[in-house]
């Protein structure tokens, strides 16, 4: 098994801020709550719905993906624009992290 740890269960909802192509590449920003914001880091993972992802980097009030060719032929996201709304589902382990630390 490989790849992040994911469950299914949404913490929230995000908006697209912008995606489109970049070089060789798509970016991807995702505008999200204070409260979901505290579990992403720079290099861990979300899913955006439903799909697993690496966050790039953060942003002020989100956070950048950064979308391959390979991801964008075998996934949904093609037809997504700015203004749309994502469910979101942010790091299993930071949400344990978190608990285990008593800051939830």
């Given at each position: 098994?490989?790849g ?7 913490d929230g ?7 489109g192509?970049d ?6 920003d995702?505008k999200?709550s ?5 579990h992403?880091?720079?290099k861990?993972?979300v899913?955006?719905d ?9 942003i002020p ?5 950064w979308?391959?060719?390979h991801?964008?032929?075998v996934t949904n996201l093609?037809?997504r624009?700015?203004g749309e709304?994502v469910?979101?589902e ?5 949400k344990?992290a978190?608990?285990l630390?008593?800051?939830?």
């Open positions: 098994m490989g992040h740890f994911v469950t299914g269960h949404i909802c995000g908006e697209i801020l912008f995606f192509r070089g060789a590449d798509w970016r991807l995702i999200a204070e409260t979901f914001l505290r992403v880091v720079r861990g993972c899913a955006v439903g799909m697993s992802l690496t966050v790039a980097d953060l009030d989100g956070f950048r993906l979308i391959i060719p991801t964008l032929e093609s037809g624009k700015a709304r469910n979101l942010s790091d299993l382990l930071a344990y978190e608990k630390l008593g800051k939830a």
